[in-house]
């Protein structure tokens, strides 16, 4: 049977143009044998899992993620899943993980794993998004020019008041107000991006405060989301909507910069969920616009899912430079965590399994046409 397992996998394999125990950054290095039926037993926690344990490795996990689900290899395995992977799949579909209390752990779990990981990672003013790299050849250019995209997006003007919906540690709350004159206030669920965001705003018409969408307060001339809508989940999407609508002006914009998938899903990648984003999804275009029906006109979409693998390739070099500082708080087997999430998000990025999205809306129609700004 062992046999038989390796040989379907090298065969498998053979479509990515991938060799196990081969000699090119992108093969794998297969150090233990039972690691065949574990991913057909598990799956992707099976394979991540197995990452941290060191059971194999490619030199560059990227282009190994990149070759393997371009060439579909992830539809093309049928799992032989256990009795626990059964129930996580029902429980998905069944329980909304996102109320106010479930959307707490994705906060304590992640965002507030601890500021010296993600001001190592991260670019100068730590935007934790997708970078924009249509003009830029490095992070925190790609960063800004990101940030002042947004702004241009929502003609924003001095004076203006913005609603930032996962502000994360103020990045695009600290740009607007500096360079665009708006007076903003972030909400997050990360009680360490609040105390950090507030100094880095220090002196700004900033507030950062924490707070779960479901208790926003006031009306805006424009309300953003930048990479938040992913915690949201397909359950509490028309609410998330409704409450911008609430919140947002009747002649403001909307700024929804989300993560998309190709296909609607009603579960997270199990990976994902148990150790990087718990309770995290990605929306489809059908699940947005159903959610928004009846509530904004959709004034433009925009999609630059390519520039994901860029930013993500950039926060991985840094990871790695930055290690020999982190090590001794982190651990290796979260070393090895974290390059597997970085590396495989990269891929599947460059792939194209994944999208990025930024969605301009606005509640009755902006007069005479929305100009679009690429």
Known sequence: MKNITKDFASNLLKAADIKINGSRPWDVKIYQDKLYNRILRQGSIGLGESYVDGWWEAERLDEFFHRALRAKLDRAVKIKRDWKALLFIVGQVLINHQTKSGSQIVGEQHYDLGNDL??????????????YWKNADNLDQAQEDKLDLVCKKLQLKPGQSILDIGCGWGSFAKFAAERYGASVTGITISKEQVTLGNKLCAGLPVKIINQDYREIQGRFDHIVSLGMFEHVGYKNYRTYMKMVHKHLKDDGLFLLHTIGSLKTVKINEAWID?????????????QIG????GLFVMEDWHNFGADYDKTLMAWLENFEKAWPQLEPIYGQRFYRMWKFFLAACAGGFRARKMQLWQIILSKNGVANGYTSFR
Not at 118 to 131: H, I, N, Q, S, W
């Open 290 to 293: 159903k959610s928004l029906e």
């Open 118 to 131: 993600f001001e190592a990672m991260l670019d100068k003013r730590m935007v934790y998004t997708c970078g």
């Open 274 to 286: 148990k150790y990087i984003f718990p309770n995290a999804m990605l929306p489809s275009i059908a």
